[in-house]
């Protein structure tokens, strides 16, 4: 036994236990869960804010050639963390059900699943790296930096993909703060080992690339250390049976983080081609549009936070076959998130050209960008609605239906509105474009999850 039962953990175990919970206990549920979760999430952000920032000051060509291959590293990054929640669900519900054994059991699944997923994915990328920039419309004077950067981000996938599924599996337990402390940790030593490459060995966008890479392979390891040796429930050594592969845990895997997998795939793909819309726009668009989508994300990402705490409560719940839980969980983070993000919206409309002008000395860079963020201010209680109800339906093992309806917002109306208002008003249409989706799509989880039939039906068919 290693860590001592927080307020949360006794919380989270009157789930497990069938106890009643008043409306005061599940709103301190979600606080206890959420805010360590934010600080992850936020501090996770931090990192390629940082590395934004560190770039900016080398110029605006490095700025371009990171900003160019973003997108690109999220799609890998994203699949990571689709594989990883397709075993940290089953974790969440066999922990509901205070069957502990099956939890650890999938939790080995996992790790080899994933592993040998992430070698998979760096191999591919790998080989790509040298193309990629030319396929994302970027220039030959923006390219050499573009695929350094790339090809050692790739390098170090299977830390990334270790780091995403010990995370995923602590939080699931019910367990935030090794995740944050982590997460707080990687950002630390992205801020030092960026500053000693970038302004003492003069490495430039390499000593950005090499930086984080060193940054996630510590705090990987780290936080793989305390999931696998020193988690109460997760810790692997509490077995003695010699492993034996079930496929039923894979099969299950498959069906929860394929439609995610697919969903990353399909979302980071309009990404790229929204990426492509705005190169012809030219290197300050590029950077300008890079540096404010870093910038929102210190914004939204609280609302990742309470989604995560989502995803744990209902998931649980789910386990213990606590139906009532479910609902008013679904309900009270969604809306919790909705006021979050309000707040967040405001913060980043007022104070848009002071977090472009942390990142970028050059004043066009930072007056595009902070139009771009004031736009997109307007749509952050959406956002927040659209986040946390997909997490909702990740906790309660349909991610189907919500990535259908992330698909078809993205493609059908954020990438035909951009390519249509990107001619007229440049990369302020493009952020237009962005802001009514996000819109669009917060208010259609809004309708069919939590005034139809749908999340209730869910509920039903899971806890039975």
Partial sequence: MVF??????????????????????????????????????????????????MVGRIGVEAAAACGLVESSTWFFGNLTSAASMGFSVQVAHFIGANDFKKARSVFRHGLICTFVLSVMLALVGIAISWKLPFWLGGGADIAGDATTYFFVFMCIMPFFQLSSISGAMLKCSGNMRIPSIMSVLMCLLDVVFNYILIFVFHLGVLGVALGTAMAIV?????????????????????????????????????????PMAAQSFLMSG????????????????????????????????????????????????????????????????????????????????VTAPQLMALMTPVQAICDLGADCLRIEAF?????GASIIAYSVCVGAGDTLRPAAINLCSMWLVRLTLAALLAKDYGLRGVWIAMAIELVFRGTIFLIHLLRGRWMKGLIEKSAN
Avoid: H
């Fill in 4 to 53: 001592s039962k927080t307020r949360s953990e006794a919380l989270l175990s009157q789930i497990r236990g069938g106890l009643p919970m008043n409306r005061g206990d599940k709103l301190n549920l979600i606080f206890q869960l959420s805010l360590p979760s934010i600080l992850a999430q936020v501090t996770s952000v931090m990192m390629f804010f940082i590395d934004q920032a």
């Fill in 379 to 383: 749509a952050e209680p959406m956002f």
């Fill in 218 to 258: 510590i705090g990987g390891s780290v936080q793989a250390y305390f999931a696998i040796f020193r988690s109460d429930i997760l810790t692997l050594k509490q077995d003695r049976e010699p492993f034996t592969f079930v496929w039923e845990y894979l099969r299950n895997a498959l069906k929860i983080s394929a």
């Fill in 270 to 349: 309009a990404q790229i081609i929204s990426t492509r819309i705005v190169a012809p726009l030219g290197n300050v668009a590029i950077a300008a549009n890079t540096f404010a989508i870093t910038a929102e994300s210190l914004c939204y990402m609280p609302g990742y936070g309470i989604g995560e705490a989502a995803t744990t409560l209902v998931g649980q719940s789910m386990g213990a076959g606590r139906r009532d839980l479910c609902y008013s969980f679904a309900r009270m983070t969604v809306f919790s998130g909705m006021i979050v993000m309000a707040v967040m919206g405001v913060v980043m409309f």
